[in-house]
């Protein structure tokens, strides 16, 4: 399929939520609690390398028009640190599906790469939780 630019948008936008929601998890285990080990598995699904030319993304971008652009107000609260992990896991693991699915008409490989850094998040996810849940009743 040739790559159009509403394809090629909607790349750009996932792969910027994408990255931005693994980051922000990242720095929180990387300085928050100082855990190297979920810090590391993060920036590591964080490095995607894309089949397509960064330019390319550049290009097809156009945030001053985005529909969505403002924020709703579930966006704009979060009651503690965990609402922010939690939220962000979500946002990444969302577009890891977005781009899984789109990658289906640019490139196979790199769809099979989401959909398996989708469920290594959902993995993390899981794991946060229990590390949270066990470090509550101690």
Do not use: C, W
Request: net charge positive.
């Amino acid at each position: 399929m040739k790559k159009n630019n509403d394809v090629l948008r909607i790349v750009d936008a996932n792969i910027n939520r994408y990255q931005e929601g693994i980051r922000v998890v990242e720095d929180i285990f990387r300085y928050v609690y100082d855990n190297k080990d979920i810090s590391s598995l993060l920036k590591r699904l964080r490095h995607v390398k894309l089949p397509i030319d960064y330019q390319l993304l550049i290009d097809s971008r156009d945030a001053t028009n985005d529909v969505l652009r403002d924020s709703t107000k579930s966006e704009q609260n979060r009651a503690d640190i965990f609402d922010i992990i939690t939220a962000n896991i979500k946002r990444a693991q969302q577009s890891a599906r977005v781009l899984e699915e789109i990658f289906k008409l640019i490139d196979i490989s790199t769809s099979e790469i989401f959909k398996q850094n989708r469920y290594a998040l959902y993995d993390i996810e899981k794991r946060i939780i229990k590390d949270r849940d066990e470090s509550s009743r101690t």
